[in-house]
């Protein structure tokens, strides 16, 4: 109780979408505060995570996993969720086999499986595994039918074979109504109508991706070759 109530305002800092607020709260605890060190590196890690800097939340998530304790409900969960976001944050930075690492300790558990399938045919996609790609994103779909990420990601990976374009299409457009502001599957619906020859209703698509995302470099790249063909 007594950790809550101290971290109790950096808590709702952080639900309320203030990450820098929160970040700013929780540094300026004092050492000697009383609150769990290891709760204390949860949050942090989270409001980094939030903030882009991968590297400062990386050395907190790494806290938690290493030193909470697994028989209790509440730091078990708290393992879990740390050990997905740094399967997520090594797959960003481009440290594939530590991303595998975690998100196959992860399976081990039963955590999320829809999720950490996703996040391995991610993986495996960026290791140009295409094959291996389509079959975790199948496996995270028949663990969960409505998981948007499988449903973009399968349908980005068959667009991009050129394969079945019937079903990136299906795919593409269940992720986009459920997710209709992620430029991920605005973009993956442009590239899908793209491939298809639809070069209008891509631009569309793309032009609304590249807009929630602007520095998006992959969008940007795939918006280009849909105005060059339009024309």
Excluded at 170 to 197: F, H, I
Aim: with cysteine; glycine share 8%; hydrophobic share 35%.
């Amino acid at each position: 109780m007594a950790d809550s109530n101290l971290i109790g305002e950096g808590i709702n800092l952080y639900r309320q979408g203030n990450y820098t607020g929160a970040l700013t709260y929780f540094l300026s605890l004092p050492e000697d505060c009383g609150v769990s060190t290891v709760k204390l590196a949860y949050y942090l890690g989270l409001c980094y995570a939030k903030l882009g800097r991968y590297d400062d939340s990386l050395l907190y998530l790494e806290q938690v996993v290493t030193s909470s304790d697994m028989d209790d409900s509440e730091s078990s969960e708290r393992i879990l969720q740390c050990r997905y976001l740094l399967a997520i944050i090594y797959c960003l930075s481009g440290r594939k086999k530590l991303a595998d690492f975690e998100l196959n300790k992860l399976l081990e558990t039963g955590y999320k499986k829809a999720s950490v399938y996703a996040s391995m045919a991610y993986v495996a996609w960026e290791q140009g595994d295409s094959s291996g790609s389509k079959e975790l994103y199948t496996r995270a779909l028949d663990e969960d039918p409505q998981n948007p990420t499988a449903l973009n990601g399968l349908g980005y990976v068959l667009a991009c074979e050129g394969t079945d374009l019937a079903k990136a299409l299906g795919c593409c457009k269940r992720a986009v109504g459920m997710c209709p502001e992620s430029a991920a599957c605005l973009d993956s619906l442009g590239w899908v109508y793209y491939r298809m020859g639809l070069f209008s209703e891509a631009r569309k698509f793309l032009e609304r991706a590249l807009k929630i995302a602007p520095d998006n470099a992959l969008i940007s790249e795939h918006l280009k070759s849909a105005q060059k063909d339009y024309e």
